[in-house]
């Protein structure tokens, strides 16, 4: 089956400047995520769908970051302004559960990345 | 601080060593992931633990469960330069949160 799939792979901004970001999931996988890692920390979710409601965006800076998922499979992330501590690995997963209890269909299948560079 | 803190943060190994890499919790564990990621790259599944006392492998990657100490270990037998990469914990919390990392060198 096709993995998850991101654009773009890299991105290069001036701060203050706005970027997005997009993500296909595997087809037939309800829930949708967004992590965000900095160099040399483990991923932070920043917001989780299922189908094309939210479930989970409580670390996601909502002066400037939002997401959607309008119909339920792609979603997009955006930032604007973006600020120099923006720069990070925006990963995007996707999961065939809810994404809680420990099953095979909570399994998260990851995306390679969306690396993003704020001067 | 972090809720999963995972040591060693780096480590760099000759080919052929065997090494371990822990992950802590500061709350219970009730099952926990591991993944691996190769630099530039996503994350890719290695397994998951559900209960205490679980152990599994997966080639020469053997990882156990210690629920009372809260723990979980990842030992690599007979390291290989395939195995380089980060190594990363992830618990369920309502969300799938991960620790830090720890990243692998293996040297030929």
């Known amino acids: 089956e096709a993995g998850v799939a991101q654009s773009p792979r890299y991105k290069i901004i001036e701060k203050r400047q706005s970027v997005a970001f997009w993500c296909n999931p595997i087809?037939?996988?309800?829930?949708l995520y967004w992590y965000q890692q900095i160099l040399g920390q483990g991923p932070k979710l920043l917001i989780q769908f299922q189908n094309n409601g939210v479930v989970d965006d409580s670390q996601l800076p909502k002066d400037r970051f939002s997401a959607e998922r309008l119909k339920g499979v792609d979603s997009t992330l955006k930032i604007q302004p973006a600020k120099l501590e923006d720069s990070a690995v925006y990963l995007c997963?996707?999961?065939?559960?809810?994404?809680?209890?420990?099953?095979?269909?909570?399994?998260?299948?990851f995306g390679a990345g969306s690396r993003l560079t704020v001067l | 601080s972090q809720e999963l803190e995972q040591s060693p943060q780096s480590l760099i190994v000759q080919e052929g060593k065997n090494l371990t890499i822990n992950c802590t919790s500061s709350k219970t564990l009730y099952g926990l992931y591991w993944y691996k990621q190769k630099y530039g790259e996503g994350l890719i599944f290695l397994m998951m633990?559900?209960?205490?006392?679980e152990e599994k492998s997966h080639e020469k990657i053997t990882a156990k469960l210690d629920e009372k100490k809260q723990q979980s270990s990842l030992h690599i037998t007979a390291s290989q330069p395939s195995h380089a990469g980060i190594y990363l914990c992830?618990?369920?919390?309502?969300?799938?949160?991960f620790g830090q990392g720890t990243t692998l060198q293996v040297k030929p």
């Open positions: 992830g618990a369920d919390r309502g969300k799938l949160i």
């Open positions: 997963a996707s999961s065939l559960g809810i994404g809680t209890g420990f099953s095979g269909a909570n399994v998260l299948t």
């Open positions: 087809s037939g996988h309800a829930t």
């Open positions: 633990l559900q209960k205490g006392g």
